[in-house]
């Protein structure tokens, strides 16, 4: 399959836990990508690789991955976390990449 | 420090080829840990990822899009390009490139901050 499906929209109270996963076949065997992506912004990347987060990205944020199943964690949700968050990674082919629809995230 | 830039017209006519360009500055384009990638957002939408280009000129397209679309570099001037023929209105979008790291594992890593592309007569 060549599609990553992700949750509905998400809300946290501020300062609790968050997880927003992606599912998808290709996920079995490569890492997504996660991007956050504020109004009026471009995407920006806050995950890679199997846990791995890019510098200037706070470590409220981790991610893991089991089966076909990716997931980004916001543990202790602040109020600019507001926003989209995309998954990313190569469809089973290897050789061409998809992303997620998008999970929007209200910080209550 | 990594820059990207996109340029080109805001506005296609139906059935005309969108032209966009991506300048890099702050980095070699003919980095080897690198593909060059275009992605694009319609208005209220989510991300697409519509190819990526190798310094090589090794492409690697959307299968949706991949009959209409054509990524090409020139390394001389530390650009790629983006062309999309037969345009609609379907193909009005918030249009990003981005630096995509292949170092073992993939991601976009740096983005440009996007141009509006409007399809329309």
């Known amino acids: 399959s060549s599609e990553l499906t992700q949750d509905p929209p998400v809300s946290v109270a501020l300062g609790q836990t968050v997880k927003i996963t992606c599912q998808g076949d290709?996920?079995?065997?490569?890492?997504a990508s996660w991007y956050q992506q504020r109004p009026g912004q471009a995407p920006l990347l806050v995950m890679y690789g199997k846990n791995d987060r890019p510098s200037g990205i706070p470590d409220r944020f981790s991610g893991s991955s089991s089966g076909n199943t990716a997931s980004l964690t916001i543990t202790g949700a602040q109020a600019e976390d507001e926003a989209d968050y995309y998954c990313?990674?190569?469809?089973?082919?290897?050789?061409?990449?998809?992303f997620g629809g998008g999970t929007k995230l209200t910080v209550l | 420090q990594l820059q990207l830039q996109e340029s080109g017209p805001g506005l296609v006519k139906p059935a005309e080829t969108l032209s966009l360009i991506c300048t890099v500055s702050?980095?070699?384009?003919?980095?080897?840990?690198?593909?060059w990638g275009w992605i694009r957002q319609p208005p209220g939408k989510g991300l697409e990822w519509i190819g990526s280009v190798y310094y090589s000129g090794n492409t690697y397209y959307n299968p949706s899009l991949e009959s209409r679309v054509t990524i090409s570099v020139d390394t001389s001037k530390n650009q790629f390009s983006l062309n999309l023929n037969f345009v609609t209105a379907a193909d009005t979008a918030l249009y990003y490139c981005?630096?995509?790291?292949?170092?073992?594992?993939?991601?976009?890593?740096?983005w440009g901050q996007g141009a509006l592309v409007t399809v329309s007569s």
């Open positions: 981005a630096r995509h790291v292949r170092t073992g594992t993939y991601f976009f890593d740096k």
């Open positions: 990313n990674s190569r469809d089973s082919s290897g050789n061409h990449w998809v």
């Open positions: 290709s996920l079995r065997t490569f890492f």
């Open positions: 702050g980095d070699s384009i003919s980095s080897t840990y690198y593909f």
